[in-house]
């Protein structure tokens, strides 16, 4: 076995040890309340782990105007994997990361001949803190799942592409589908294919004179399109897609002219560069400046991007690695550039995950090509690379440990943008659903005052005076979040719960059943009605918002209470005994059902008493 074939093995397994080395502590860390609850706690068909159900339901769902059934059946594995334990999510994010970074390793020196650089730009992936938000969120299991099977197809094709037999292309197709399935990220890929085609794997003619090893199997520009045109059909495809899911899956699309998008655009393809060359003050949400955005910064970003440009192509010959850098970076991009806008962010980390590799895979071979031989290109170098990478992970392991829970990520944010409202209203609803109401009420109270009016605000207010015991402040504050918009399902059925709480049951009702006209799949509006319902005696109304609360959501148990509450009103009592002994199979500790039972039972034996 040669030297290479000895380091290769090496290197790839102290890649992936010092990765899991950075990102272990996240094995300990919780869930974070922006997403995360939709994805994995609160979201019934994963909680309750991979079942033919729960199966179609994730090749059919659209859930968050997402297509990505890879990452929900990910998600079910991994429940049934750990039992549900939380830290098990986060294990199975850092896993994937370190074979990614194994595997771009591995493409890349197989592709380049050089496993020493390919390996520095391989750690540049796996250490850099703006990829921390990917990994160390458990909602992003799509970024790391899409990108995993991504540079699966990425290896596969290298394979092909150096040699290898056509088996090798189809399982690029293949996995470049699983990635497309997991998350739309990758549609881009065949794009970089072609990139690579040109450099490092010389298989243009165009490439003549690039110093590509494969200089005796280049095929034209025409014949390469064609190849991939399965890979770019699939991508369409899934693009329409994706596109079906974002228009019917209730995406919250910002109404900015495509003008304020492009220039946007302009300015976030430098600010992530920026932030790649000094990862400070990163955050998980940047809020998009809109029509405040100054032409002044769009012209400077503009210039910089039109001179990179230029170096890149006007020395495409003796620099190709610089060329295929710079538009992987600006190509792949694209997808996540704020074209369309998607929520109210301007950029976000999590963007650059794959994008990066391009700006990494240039700098490298740059430097390293650049730098004069001799003892600055044996000693020096290597020492710069190591240092380079020690410092990256000493700023990714500090960054990661703001992601140890809600509050611990949300102050580091309200300390990054502090005159913003949305850290202040996010930090808020972490104290908030953290058990801290009192916390959150200044919180909120400051969002307010530095945001145009915003009924989610006023609401979210509303439930932490609450919980303190502030009733009529809350009353007031529900009722200017609906003065603002009477459209929220839950902020009708929010409101309710307090007015049930103070007696107060035909205005409760009123707004329990706008809830359910404005979003008839609420399910706690509709448990709430069959409560109502079931304490006003309108046995039968309670009966069937019940069983519809149960229908839209098996976790809302109480639900059997009502209802056997009111069979019991209705005089059907075998069937309230029934219905109370099912909730306790499914709830044993459900003491209140054994009173009712006793109860019922006690009813009934008066009622057959002559």
Known sequence: MGEGARRKPILAILLAAVTLGVYAQTWWYGVIWIDDPNYVIDNVHVTTGLTPQNVAWALGSFEHAN?????????????????????????????????????????????????????????????????????????????????????????????????????????????????????????????????????????????????????????????????????????????????????????????????????????????????????????????????????????????????????????????????????????????????????????????????????????????????????????????AAVGVLALFAAVSFHQIGYWADSITLLSHEVAVLPNHPTPHEYLGAAYLYGGMPAKAIPEFETAIRLAPPYAPLHSKLAGALDKVGRTDAAIREYESALAIDDKSAETHNDFAVLLMRLHRNAEARRHLERAAELDPDLANAQANLSLLCAQTGDYAAAISYGKRALQLDPKQIECYHYIAVAERGLGRFDEAIRTLEQLLKIDPQYEVARKEIEITRAMQRRQQRP
Request: glycine content about 8%; some cysteine.
């Open 67 to 383: 297509w990505i059934p890879l990452t929900w059946l990910s998600l079910m594995l991994d429940v049934d994997l750990y039992g549900g334990r939380v830290g098990g999510f986060h294990i199975t994010n850092t896993l994937l990361h370190a074979a990614c970074a194994v595997l771009l390793f591995l493409a890349l020196a197989r592709a380049t001949g050089n496993e020493l650089r390919s390996a520095f730009v391989a750690a540049l992936f796996a250490l850099h803190p703006l990829h921390v938000e990917s990994v160390a969120w458990i909602a992003e299991r799509k970024d790391v799942l899409s990108i995993f099977f991504g540079m699966l197809s990425l290896w596969t094709y290298v394979r092909y592409a150096t040699g290898g037999g056509r088996i090798h292309l189809a399982l690029s197709f293949a996995f470049l589908a699983l990635s497309l399935m997991a998350k739309q990220t990758l549609v881009t890929l065949p794009f970089v294919f072609l990139l690579l085609d040109f450099w490092p794997l010389g298989r243009t003619a165009a490439a003549k004179g690039a110093g590509s090893p494969l200089d005796d199997s280049r095929r034209t520009f025409g014949r390469l399109i064609l190849e991939k045109l399965p890979f770019f059909g699939l991508s369409a495809g899934v693009s329409a897609v994706a596109a079906y899911a974002q228009a019917h899956g209730g995406a919250v699309v910002e109404a900015l002219p495509l003008s304020i998008r492009l220039m946007n655009a302009v300015v976030v393809y430098v600010s992530y560069l920026w932030k790649t060359l000094v990862p400070i003050d990163l955050a998980v949400y940047y809020p998009h400046p809109g029509f405040r955005l100054g032409w002044t910064s769009v012209l400077m970003a503009a210039i910089v991007l039109m001179i990179l440009s230029a170096i890149a192509v006007t020395q495409i010959r003796r620099l190709p690695y610089l060329f295929v850098g710079w538009f992987w970076y600006l190509g792949t991009l694209v997808p996540m550039i704020g074209i369309v806008q998607i929520g109210g962010q301007q950029m976000a980390d999590r963007y650059t995950y794959f994008p990066l590799i391009g700006v990494f895979l240039a700098v490298t071979w740059l430097v390293a090509d650049w730098v004069p031989a001799g003892i600055l290109r044996s000693r020096v170098l290597p020492a």
